[in-house]
Structures are given as C-alpha cells and as structure tokens.
Nanobody, 126 residues
C-alpha cells in the first residue's frame, strides 16, 4: 500500500490550495482516508477523514468551514481543498489509511492508521 501526497506549496494568506493523495495497493473507495498535519514544534493533528464508499466526512474544528475532503474513486485519489488559508495552517500535510477503521462519525485516533504518505509542505506566508 502506498500513499503519495502532492499539491503543497507557498500560498499567501487568504489563498487556497488543493492537496491530492494518490492511493495504490488498495481500493481507496473501501477504506477511510485521513488527512493530518504537523507544524514545526507541534504535535501531529488530524484534520479530516473521508469514508469514500459511504461519502462520510468528518472535520476537526480547525478545518470546518474552510477545508473540504473529497474523492475520485476512478483515480483512487482523495483530495483536500483548503480555502482561506492563514499562517497557522503552515505544516507538513499527510494522508493515511487504516485497514481496520470503521465509520464512527468521529475522527479516528492516529494509531488506527496503518499506512502513511511522505507528506507535502504547505507554507502560508506573505
């Protein structure tokens, strides 16, 4: 199983970015995909998760109203659209999946995820 993130970069405050998480080795439609971020000196933070087959999405408070996660099952890819970015969103963003995850309506703990991507840097700065 491999997850590869892309789409990070430098963006000005108020701007937008769309991150992609390309999944191989399993059908991402059948497994939950979570998005995480980790800023320098801070703990890893889970910001969203999607259960593609069910269309269920859950967001952390920091992401609600600004971030949207979606999927393209044909491409086996999950996306994170990020709007109204601010410097506090600067972090390395990673996607992950877990074979034992089940939909609960809540963000699963990070230790439930088995496979992780390498991450993509998002920097919000003027």
């Amino acid at each position: 199983v491999q997850l590869v993130e892309s789409g990070g970069g430098l963006v000005q405050p108020g701007g937008s970015l769309m991150l992609s998480c390309a999944v191989s080795g399993l059908n991402s439609e059948n497994y939950a995909i979570g998005w995480f971020r980790q800023a320098p000196g801070k703990d890893r933070e889970e910001i969203s998760y999607i259960w593609p087959r069910r269309g269920e999405t859950v967001y952390a408070d920091a992401a609600k109203g600004r971030f949207t996660t979606s999927r393209d099952n044909a491409k086996n890819t999950v996306y994170l659209q990020m709007n109204s970015l601010n410097p506090g969103d600067t972090a390395v963003y990673s996607c992950a999946t877990g074979l034992g995850l089940i939909p609960t309506g809540h963000l699963p703990p990070a230790n439930m995820y088995d496979y992780w991507g390498q991450g993509t840097q998002v920097t919000v700065s003027s």
